[in-house]
C-alpha cells in the first residue's frame, strides 16, 4: 500500500510502498483511511524524539478517519462499513498516513 | 577508574570514585535518560502543564469542562490535548458524544506525582 513517511528516523518525509497490512489481532480493526492529521508531534516522531513502537520504514501519523474494512475476532461494538475515527498509540502496526491502517478497537 | 572509557584516560581526575558512581549512574538502564528526557519536555511548557494537573486531578474530563477550568479556549485545549496524545501521556474515552481525558500510566505520571 501507499503512505507518506520515512526510510529512516530524521530522514526526508517520502511516498513510501509498504506491505500490505497484516492478518488482523482479536481487538484490532482495519480502517480505510479517507483522513489523517498532522501536527507538530508528527515532526517529533519523524526526527525520533518520541517512539510510538515501529520501526522504519514507517508511515507517519497518529490520527486517521476512514471505514472499517475489516474487524478482529473479539471487537464488539464496531463492524465492517462503520465511520470511525482513531488515535491508537502504540502504533499496532504503521502510522496513519497510509492507504489502510491498523488499530486498536477501543471506542474512542 | 574501571569505568572510565579509554578516549577520556587522559582527562585529570581528582575522584576516581565519584567519577565511576557518576558514570554508573548515567549508564544504568533505570537511568533512562532519553526517556526522561521526553517526559521532562512533555511538561516544560506552561499550557500542558496546567492541562496535566488539571487532569490528574479532576480526570477523566471533558474539553469544555477543561476549558472553563483553566481560562484557555477550547481550540488551545483541544490542540493541545491532541499533542498530549500523540505523546502517550493522556488517553481518551468516549462516552457517547462527550469525550472525556485522563493520565496514561507511564514517567510523566510518576512526575506529576512528585
Same mark, same amino acid.
Given at each position: 500500500?501507499?503512505?507518506?513517511?520515512?526510510?529512516?528516523?530524521?530522514?526526508?518525509?517520502?511516498?513510501?510502498?509498504?506491505?500490505?497490512?497484516?492478518?488482523?489481532?482479536?481487538?484490532?480493526?482495519?480502517?480505510?483511511?479517507?483522513?489523517?492529521?498532522?501536527?507538530? /508531534?508528527?515532526?517529533?516522531?519523524?526526527? @525520533? @524524539? /518520541?517512539?510510538?513502537?515501529?520501526?522504519?520504514?514507517?508511515?507517519?501519523?497518529?490520527?486517521?478517519?476512514?471505514?472499517?474494512?475489516?474487524?478482529?475476532?473479539?471487537?464488539?461494538?464496531?463492524?465492517?462499513?462503520?465511520?470511525?475515527?482513531?488515535?491508537?498509540?502504540?502504533?499496532?502496526?504503521?502510522?496513519? /498516513?497510509?492507504?489502510?491502517?491498523?488499530?486498536?478497537?477501543?471506542?474512542? | 577508574?574501571?569505568?572510565?572509557?579509554?578516549?577520556?584516560?587522559?582527562?585529570?581526575?581528582?575522584? $576516581?570514585?565519584?567519577? =565511576?558512581?557518576?558514570?554508573?549512574?548515567?549508564? =544504568?538502564?533505570?537511568?533512562?535518560?532519553?526517556?526522561?528526557?521526553?517526559?521532562?519536555?512533555?511538561?516544560?511548557?506552561?499550557?500542558?502543564?496546567?492541562?496535566?494537573?488539571?487532569?490528574?486531578?479532576? $480526570?477523566?474530563?471533558?474539553?469544555?469542562?477543561?476549558?472553563?477550568?483553566? $481560562?484557555?479556549?477550547?481550540?488551545?485545549?483541544?490542540?493541545?490535548?491532541?499533542?498530549?496524545?500523540?505523546?502517550?501521556?493522556?488517553?481518551?474515552?468516549?462516552?457517547?458524544?462527550?469525550?472525556?481525558?485522563?493520565?496514561?500510566? $507511564?514517567?510523566?505520571?510518576?512526575?506529576?506525582?512528585?
Amino acid at each position: 500500500m501507499r503512505a507518506a513517511g520515512v526510510r529512516q528516523l530524521g530522514a526526508a518525509v517520502e511516498t513510501l510502498e509498504l506491505p500490505a497490512p497484516r492478518a488482523l489481532r482479536p481487538d484490532e480493526v482495519l480502517i480505510e483511511v479517507q483522513a489523517s492529521g498532522e501536527g507538530n /508531534w508528527d515532526e517529533i516522531v519523524r526526527t @525520533g @524524539g /518520541w517512539d510510538l513502537g515501529a520501526r522504519p520504514p514507517l508511515a507517519l501519523g497518529v490520527e486517521a478517519a476512514g471505514l472499517v474494512v475489516a474487524t478482529g475476532d473479539r471487537v464488539a461494538g464496531v463492524t465492517a462499513g462503520d465511520r470511525v475515527t482513531t488515535h491508537s498509540l502504540p502504533l499496532r502496526e504503521q502510522g496513519a /498516513w497510509a492507504e489502510q491502517h491498523i488499530a486498536a478497537a477501543r471506542p474512542a | 577508574m574501571h569505568l572510565l572509557p579509554a578516549e577520556r584516560s587522559g582527562h585529570r581526575i581528582i575522584d $576516581g570514585e565519584r567519577v =565511576c558512581e557518576a558514570i554508573a549512574a548515567i549508564t =544504568c538502564p533505570s537511568a533512562a535518560i532519553p526517556a526522561r528526557a521526553q517526559a521532562f519536555a512533555v511538561l516544560g511548557d506552561p499550557t500542558r502543564l496546567t492541562l496535566l494537573i488539571a487532569i490528574k486531578a479532576a $480526570g477523566p474530563i471533558s474539553v469544555s469542562d477543561l476549558a472553563a477550568a483553566t $481560562g484557555l479556549n477550547d481550540t488551545t485545549v483541544s490542540q493541545t490535548l491532541r499533542y498530549l496524545r500523540a505523546a502517550q501521556v493522556v488517553s481518551a474515552e468516549r462516552d457517547g458524544r462527550v469525550i472525556r481525558y485522563q493520565l496514561a500510566d $507511564g514517567p510523566v505520571m510518576a512526575l506529576l506525582a512528585q
